[in-house]
């Protein structure tokens, strides 16, 4: 294929994050700059504008407005969950079509990138000349190939700056304390609770990530033997956490209390947005442990991925660039790929921006390495080192 | 009584904010400048340690550590919820006389200037020379004859930032999402909510406080007219909301589940620490608004109290020179009292610290103005003016 002529689309699929707008910003400047396209449309709720004809024109977008979006939390063109097939494909073809569109810059996570390669792959069959660009977006962190992905280290960044916070209330009001915190199958966010780490004995004093199985008798003894030696204890559980079999404990009591369970159009089923997990965690302790203290659980939820004003510095720079690095790519004459991000220095902290194929990274996950879990309810230093400079320096703490 | 010579003692009581070291910073360096006593001393865990003799030595903390100290999140010196009667109070005083202790300088909330009263009371009738004050404290808001406490502007920053974002969340990938915010009995955290709102539309688009019975037929028919005008529905709804007898829904669910309800030594019922209320009200949604749309809540428990680096300057800056005013009050001869904040003027935003007897706040409560609460369902544009101020610059957001 040689270089075509045309328009541009963005779009931003998936759970929103603190930074993918800064990602938005960073392929409309870049589109802007190179000159790559001749207009630039932003597709309303991703896949669903595209099949609907729903484009807001940002071909004009101004220096100024480009930076309040790019510090907006949330997906400013609005995203989607919808997972297309062929026909699905056929539709959002004809809407291109109508505008010319050719080059098509989608941000999101692990599900997107597979909706990418399902783009990609019907127009190649469909000889609908297109080019697909995926540009990485997932607090979760699971995207192979990639060292970290954008969006990543302003979700750590919350959960380390509230385990920081709630280990210190803890240590004021001492008993036992459950935080919950998202993953599925990857257990980054959990373990970045470990950063809230200031001294010894400061919690969280447990962790315990989906790549691990969790066994009830093991966590009640942890928490026993935690409890016993500080005299408080502070937890942080992914909500993945599952049994033996891998059916997470989050589904098991969703099942047992409603019968049945909530699944997305990628077959997910439902596990944030509940505090079921976290309650059931606190009346398993009060059971097992008669210590006679506070337990108590919180369920970090949407805050994780939303919450305004809690934004790494590095992740806001890093998804940014990696839009830019899409649409160099595409600059490039790569016919579409996914951008990847690779560590090239742990001191100083450098990356650099690597296209791949769509396939290689299309649906697959990445999890935690074992050789960072520590007796299945705690993290390495090597992760944490790994994980630092992602989220940034957090509030200095003193002591009495 | 004359001015005493002797020592202080500092304590901090109650559930912890992110600015209450500011009080004490407050409290121990306006100690050392005025010269008011000998020695300043700390008590772990308030009443507990006053009573075990358990002090730490303040007298020569340094500017530096005192900036540290100031401007970490949780209750430094360690919290407790003991309540202390006549024969507790006279095993203080006798920890307090062995290290000749004539000033204490309590920084608490409600409960907090109810175990004042107590203890100037007894000290009194037992011809113990103790000078009690009061220095506010709670993100609860709930303290009479104070335009406001410290701690309130902090923790109202952090449900604002959470709903700014959420809201901006909910418009990315639509539906109905219900955020549960503490608050026994003052709605001034959930109110704070209100302030996430940047253009029409924006949510909350529904607040519930105590303040106003809750009614479930009228709460699902908001939802579904808010539903109807916005495609989506942010709702945030206070822990402490009750039906029409004041048993408050999260109580009538914690019965209801297992027959027993969690009660501190102030008698007050946990709502905290539970994802059911959000679960509940989620359940009731779905069940009863046949929308067939994602239906979330969360919860924000203890975060909201505790997270590092959420931050009001304004309240920083009051929780410390409330410490000072009591130091103040206390040289200026004064045998006892609680620190009001009185706001005398709106522009500029401008306050004083005014001493006033402890039986004119002890165990009281405030709770917001019925005339700020609209329709049951809402707060009125004169409570955003009078929490603007406390809470601080929002992020700014921009939209397509």
Known sequence: MSQPAGNAVIAQSGGPTVVINSSLAGVVEAI???ELAGSIYGARHAVRGMVAGDFVDLTDLSGAKLELIAGTPGATLGSSRDKPDAEYCQKIFQQLAEKDIRWLFYIGGNDSSETCRIISEVATDSNYDLRTFHVPKTIDNDLVLSDH?????SAARFVACALLGDSLDMQALPGIKIDVIMGRHAG???AASALARTEHGTGPHLIYLPEAVFDVDRFIADVDRMYSAHGRCVI?????IHDAQEVPVAQLLAEQLSGEVERDAHGNVQLSGSGALGDFLTKLIRERLDYKVRVRSDTFGYLQRS???C???VDAQEARASGRAAVQAAADGIEGASITIRRTSDTP?????????LREVAGKTRTVPTSWIENGCDVTSEFIEYARPLVGPLPQ???L
């Open 236 to 240: 942080a559980v992914s909500e993945g």
């Open 397 to 399: 703490v003193g002591s």
């Open 311 to 313: 934004v790494s510095t």
């Open 349 to 357: 902290y450098t990356v650099e921006y690597v296209p791949v194929p």
């Open 188 to 190: 980054f966010l959990t």
């Open 307 to 309: 919450f305004a004003g």
């Open 149 to 153: 992905t954008p969006g990543y280290g």
């Open 32 to 34: 802007q700059q190179t």
